[in-house]
């Protein structure tokens, strides 16, 4: 069956950490350009952070820089976002979407104006609340 799964959410308190995984199965994630995703209540999906196929080129929306890392596996078909410092402002549900389109020169566009109906595959999601 071909599908992304997110994993990796939860409850955690102000300035906790969390590692989301999005694992690929049926099909090889080596080609997909992949995208965080997050929405939270009330709120328009937003992208958080897009890495390239290669992990070469990475993106990070204002709110996250510093404090997020996403990282890729491709032999594991798995991409990793690593959330530190967390701010109850990052509660939402996290989406993690593949897009087989090759960005050349940045990434950015993927996260910042993405073309929801156009990525390739989407997960489920997975809850993150930042609550004390």
């Known amino acids: 069956q071909v599908q992304l799964v997110e994993s990796g959410g939860g409850l955690v308190q102000p300035g906790g950490s969390l590692r989301l995984s999005c694992a690929a199965s049926?099909?090889?994630?080596?080609?997909?350009?992949i995208g965080w995703f997050r929405q939270a209540p009330g709120k328009e999906r937003e992208g958080v952070s897009c890495?390239?196929?290669?992990?070469?080129?990475?993106y990070y929306t204002d709110s996250v820089k510093g404090r997020f890392t996403i990282s890729r596996d491709n032999a594991k078909n798995t991409v990793y976002l690593q959330m530190n410092s967390l701010k109850p402002e990052d509660t939402a549900v996290y989406y993690c979407?593949?897009?087989?389109?090759?960005?050349?020169?940045?990434?950015?566009?993927?996260?910042?104006?993405?073309?929801?109906?156009?990525?390739?595959?989407w997960g489920k999601g997975t809850l993150v609340t930042v609550s004390s």
């Open positions: 979407a593949a897009d087989k389109l090759h960005y050349v020169t940045t990434i950015q566009p993927m996260c910042d104006i993405p073309d929801f109906n156009g990525m390739d595959y």
């Open positions: 890495i390239s196929q290669s992990g070469g080129m990475t």
């Open positions: 049926g099909f090889t994630l080596d080609y997909y350009a």
